[in-house]
């Protein structure tokens, strides 16, 4: 793909973003990530060991930090404060990393942002420094208040977290897309390859997914196979689709010059 994924002023070729739980071991991770294609992971610090805790195996070992952008996340928060020191010990752990993803949850059931909590926590992590994207809802209101915060990418969900629904609401990704100047990023909800080409085709600057991938019969292929569907989306979304018309037949190949019966 010739044009790039800007965030906090660095390139990436590839706009598929995935997460690093919930597989059977880190090997399977390593091999679902290079398939994948994805630059960026995330990992949840709370779940997930980079380091914090010493004599177990760290994801370090098997993505290497200098190949791959890790995204440390706050899976796991509920509250602003917890989301705050939970990336400050990231940013300990990563030796200075300030590349971050918010997530602040309103509850464990649904696993739905708290939006109050999670602006107080971004302005506060702006102020300390962090290039913060941010896991919200699909509320352009509340992209733009996240957007003037200083985030530097907003992540709306198509659905539920770990549900595979899909995009359920086109119409209010879409007014995000429209209202925000910083990159848009789906994050949650996407079950298989079509959901991400989905969201490529309206114009999303990338896509997020764990579970997807993860939960899959076959995570490697399932990886391979959202790669394709990012980049297809995408270059349907550049390419431009044609409008759509309701009752109103076009024929796909042009009718002058065809043998008409009366000339036979």
Same mark, same amino acid.
């Given at each position: 793909?010739?044009?790039?994924?800007?965030?906090?002023?660095?390139?990436?070729?590839?706009?598929?973003?995935?997460?690093?739980?919930?597989?059977?071991?880190?090997? @399977?991770?390593?091999?679902?990530?290079?398939?994948?294609?994805?630059?960026?992971?995330?990992?949840?610090?709370?779940?997930?060991?980079?380091?914090?805790?010493?004599?177990?195996?760290?994801?370090?070992?098997?993505?290497?930090?200098?190949?791959?952008?890790?995204?440390?996340?706050?899976?796991?928060?509920?509250?602003?404060?917890?989301?705050?020191?939970?990336?400050?010990?990231?940013? @300990?752990?990563?030796?200075?990393?300030?590349?971050?993803?918010?997530?602040?949850?309103?509850?464990?059931?649904?696993?739905?942002?708290? /939006?109050?909590?999670?602006?107080?926590?971004?302005?506060?992590?702006?102020?300390?420094?962090?290039?913060?994207?941010?896991?919200?809802?699909?509320?352009?209101?509340?992209?733009?208040?996240?957007?003037?915060?200083?985030?530097?990418?907003?992540?709306?969900?198509?659905?539920?977290?770990?549900?595979?629904?899909?995009?359920?609401?086109?119409?209010?990704?879409?007014?995000?897309?429209?209202?925000?100047?910083?990159?848009?990023?789906?994050? *949650?909800?996407?079950?298989?390859?079509?959901?991400?080409?989905?969201?490529?085709?309206?114009?999303?600057?990338?896509?997020?997914?764990?579970?997807?991938?993860? *939960?899959?019969?076959?995570?490697?292929?399932?990886?391979?196979? /959202?790669?394709?569907?990012? @980049?297809?989306?995408?270059?349907?979304?550049?390419?431009?689709?044609?409008?759509?018309?309701?009752?109103?037949?076009?024929?796909?190949?042009?009718? @002058?010059?065809?043998?008409?019966?009366?000339?036979?």
């Amino acid at each position: 793909m010739s044009d790039s994924l800007v965030i906090a002023g660095k390139s990436y070729t590839s706009r598929l973003l995935i997460g690093t739980g919930k597989y059977k071991d880190f090997a @399977e991770t390593r091999a679902a990530v290079e398939a994948s294609g994805a630059q960026i992971v995330t990992v949840a610090i709370r779940r997930t060991n980079i380091g914090q805790n010493r004599g177990e195996p760290s994801l370090l070992e098997f993505l290497a930090p200098s190949k791959f952008t890790y995204l440390p996340n706050t899976a796991g928060c509920y509250t602003a404060q917890d989301a705050v020191r939970t990336l400050r010990l990231a940013r @300990e752990l990563l030796d200075g990393h300030d590349l971050v993803k918010l997530e602040v949850l309103g509850d464990p059931h649904t696993l739905y942002p708290n /939006m109050p909590e999670t602006l107080k926590a971004a302005e506060q992590l702006v102020k300390d420094g962090f290039k913060v994207m941010v896991y919200c809802s699909d509320d352009p209101i509340q992209a733009q208040m996240l957007e003037a915060a200083g985030c530097v990418a907003v992540m709306p969900l198509a659905s539920l977290i770990g549900s595979g629904m899909g995009i359920l609401n086109p119409w209010n990704l879409q007014l995000v897309i429209d209202r925000v100047k910083v990159p848009v990023l789906v994050d *949650a909800g996407v079950g298989t390859a079509s959901d991400a080409a989905v969201a490529m085709e309206l114009g999303c600057d990338g896509v997020l997914m764990n579970t997807a991938v993860a *939960a899959a019969k076959n995570p490697v292929l399932m990886a391979k196979a /959202m790669k394709k569907a990012v @980049e297809a989306g995408r270059e349907a979304f550049l390419a431009g689709r044609m409008p759509k018309k309701l009752y109103s037949a076009a024929p796909s190949s042009p009718s @002058e010059g065809t043998i008409s019966s009366k000339a036979a």
